[in-house]
């Protein structure tokens, strides 16, 4: 029952995303954008994961759907031209990225495999020695702020520094 | 209890049904935005008001509550920008083929 | 009939009505009615997810999350709005 749900929603995310590839009218592309976001929440909530899903409505469907319409808003709706080789080569890029994504995925453990690695040590690891040593009673929060908070710190920096150049590019002249 | 839950369910269905009904088969965006707008709100409310009524009350109630307020705020906010925009943009009303409207 | 089997059968009634939204998304035939279509679905998510919350008795963490989506899933309707006020082609 609930795996038929999954594949319907995923034969959803597969027609949304191609409605936002091939919209020539790029405001069509972003708000189809966002309607992906949502059912890709969806997806989430239904594996049973719903700080993801929480992230993915507010990140993917919300604030995404606003910054790319604000960068529309300052550029142009239309979509510029690119030459036919050059399509060609980004094409070729994605399949050929694509292709090696599926080859792995056949070598990660099952979803849920309560014998695969990160389930035997590194899971246990940190559940049993969060409030401890942390004193935080949410381990994904701990684990995001205080064991890994250099890569936090320097994500954060690296959004900052992204805002900054957008800003700086699409800012209009007074 | 159950029966209440069951028939709070019931006609919180009816009326998302009927929204979604009038998103597919209505003529034009006006149209479709008010079915949507209305129905959707109303059916969110009883839905709500099932999920309260099976829970009990409780603070979890009390937060299911608060949804119920929001989103009854936030659906007509956006549905009369959309409106609004559309109409400033010249989108024009559906009139019956011929006759008046 | 247990009340579960009602709450597990209105989730996936409403998931069938999300293909509605989504296909108004995909089609149009005005931006306009995508626009709605992304709003609609947001409200219909907000509702799942407690559904959601329900079926898998962990309504109280579901609740938050629905919570913080019912106040930021209307942004995007508003932020399209706008850019229609601020450029005025549709």
Do not use: C
């Not at chain 1, 995923?10 to 189809?32: K, Q």
């Not at chain 1, 004193?135 to 690296?158: F, W």
Request: charged share 15%.
């Amino acid at each position: 029952m609930s795996e038929l749900v999954l594949a319907g929603l995923l034969v959803l995310l597969g027609a949304l995303a191609l409605v936002a590839v091939s919209a020539a009218d790029l405001l069509i592309a972003a708000i189809a954008l966002g309607a992906y976001g949502f059912a890709l929440a969806l997806v989430w909530a239904a594996l049973g994961a719903p700080d993801v899903s929480f992230t993915e409505a507010v990140v993917g469907a919300g604030a995404t759907t606003v910054f790319f319409l604000a960068a529309l808003l300052r550029t142009s709706r239309r979509r510029s031209n690119v030459p036919n080789p050059q399509r060609l080569v980004a094409l070729g890029a994605v399949l050929a990225v694509g292709l090696v994504l599926l080859v792995a995925t056949r070598q990660l453990p099952l979803w849920g495999d309560v014998g695969a690695p990160p389930s035997t040590h590194v899971s246990p690891r940190y559940l049993e020695r969060t409030l401890e040593e942390t004193l935080t009673p949410n381990a994904v929060t701990a684990v995001v702020a205080d064991y890994r908070s250099y890569d936090t710190l320097i994500e954060t920096l690296v959004i900052f520094t992204g805002g900054l150049a957008g800003w700086l590019l699409l800012a209009r002249p007074r | 209890m159950t029966v209440l839950v069951v028939l709070l369910l019931a006609a919180g269905l009816f009326f998302h049904a009927v929204a979604a009904l009038g998103v597919l088969r209505l003529p034009d965006f006006y149209t479709r935005l008010h079915a949507v707008s209305k129905a959707e709100t109303l059916g969110m409310l009883f839905t709500l008001a099932a999920i309260i009524v099976w829970i009990g009350p409780s603070l979890t109630a009390v937060k299911v509550a608060l949804v119920g307020v929001f989103v009854f705020m936030a659906t007509p906010t956006s549905a009369h920008a959309i409106g609004r925009a559309a109409l400033r943009t010249g989108l024009k009303p559906w009139r019956r083929r011929g006759g008046s409207p | 009939m247990r009340i579960e089997d009602a709450f597990l059968g209105v989730t996936v009634a409403l998931l069938g009505l999300v293909l509605v939204y989504l296909f108004r998304v995909a089609v149009g035939p005005t931006v306009f009615d995508r626009i709605l279509g992304v709003s609609a679905l947001g409200t219909t998510t907000t509702i799942i997810l407690l559904l959601v919350g329900v079926l898998y008795d962990r309504i109280e963490l579901f609740v938050d999350l629905s919570l913080a989506y019912a106040l930021l899933s209307f942004v995007g309707a508003l932020a399209a709005a706008r850019y229609f006020e601020q450029t005025g082609d549709r």
